[in-house]
């Protein structure tokens, strides 16, 4: 028996809750959750802000812990391994983008760690807010075992979806990247950004927050309210990752790209953000989006971590916090991603 916290609807607090996990089989892993980590997209699953929530629902995609019990055929893992999972538990495995590990991709739609179609056990899929979890090998990743685990659990979303965009758009020396607003996801950019050893230019609202890019590692911080000051970045940026989830205008940042230049979306507004197609005429300029990593690139990213020592800055709550600190993300008062000491789980309910 696993025992977790659930929404049991749209409108109800999250609460303990008891369910089944299948036993291991023969390529499965067994993790006992020490920690996970709370995503923005935990809150709008659990309140069917997206549509197509599944109830009872666990969130919780960001996970670390121990591994408690392997299967025959498992070779990666031994009991023992702090191991992650993410956001993802299996895919199709067969079409053309599971093929070239873009998981995330998947053209049959991967299994999510939680509120996807369980492709063994079938019902739906119950996330990391919960004791333990047991998933395919082939979707379990090494975490850095010279990290904290507890800073470790956000990049297992925050991190790889930062990092997945920078990457595939080649932020490096020579580069300079710009980064829309500092929070979970965009704390993780300025960082990654400044490791790959490309220059690094934040944008955030907030004045309070300038001191803080500069310590995680940009090496300019622009008050977006200041319109001289973001005037003068106009054509001048090599990437643009737009880690903003609230409405704002997009086409300010796509006028400081340079000719053959992109702006990746990673934040998710609920409304449509405008284009001016003359945003993006001029120096022949796109506008992309990205979502989280495939496996093998989640793992890329976790050992780049662990070779540069790179976590998530944390808050640690409680498992019984959770509401509250779903209050608080909605106002944006975290720096810069909650983890849960899954150790404060209630049992049984």
């Not at 008891?18 to 499965?28: A, E, H, K, L, T």
């Not at 702090?82 to 995330?104: H, K, P, T, W, Y």
């Not at 004791?131 to 685990?149: C, G, I, K, M, Y």
Request: with cysteine; proline share 5%.
């Amino acid at each position: 028996m696993c025992t977790g916290f659930a929404a049991r609807d749209s409108e109800a607090p999250l609460g303990a809750f008891s369910f089944s996990r299948r036993d291991p089989g023969p390529s499965d892993v067994l993790i006992e959750i020490q920690y996970c980590g709370v995503c923005h997209s935990d809150l709008h699953t659990v309140r069917n802000e997206w549509g197509g929530t599944l109830y009872p629902c666990v969130p919780g995609h960001e996970i670390v812990g121990r591994v408690a019990a392997v299967g025959d055929d498992v070779k990666k893992f031994r009991v023992g391994d702090i191991a992650a999972v993410g956001c993802l538990v299996d895919s199709c495995r067969s079409c053309e983008n599971c093929r070239e590990g873009l998981e995330q991709y998947c053209q049959k739609g991967g299994t999510g760690t939680y509120n996807g179609k369980d492709r063994v056990s079938g019902g739906h899929t119950f996330g990391g807010y919960s004791s333990h979890v047991v998933v395919t090998e082939d979707f379990v990743l090494r975490a850095p075992q010279n990290l904290d685990p507890a800073g470790v659990a956000p990049l297992l979303c925050a991190g790889v979806t930062t990092w997945s965009p920078l990457r595939h758009w080649e932020a490096g020396p020579g580069k300079t990247v710009g980064v829309v607003g500092l929070g979970g996801l965009g704390h993780m950019a300025v960082k990654f950004a400044h490791a790959l050893g490309a220059r690094v230019v934040l944008f955030t609202t907030s004045p309070s927050k300038m001191a803080d890019g500069k310590r995680l590692g940009a090496d300019e911080v622009v008050l977006s309210t200041d319109r001289e000051a973001m005037a003068a970045w106009r054509s001048k940026l090599d990437l643009i990752i737009d880690a903003v989830a609230a409405p704002h205008d997009v086409n300010v940042y796509l006028g400081m790209l340079r000719r053959d230049s992109t702006l990746v979306q990673v934040g998710a507004p609920d409304a449509p953000l405008p284009v001016n197609v003359f945003s993006l005429l001029p120096n022949r300029r796109r506008f992309a989006g990205s979502i989280i990593g495939g496996i093998a690139e989640t793992q890329e990213m976790l050992d780049f971590c662990g070779e540069h020592g790179i976590t998530a800055d944390i808050e640690m709550i409680a498992m019984d916090e959770i509401e509250n600190a779903y209050a608080r993300m909605l106002k944006s008062d975290v720096k810069y991603r909650f983890v849960i000491d899954m150790q404060t789980l209630p049992r049984g309910g």
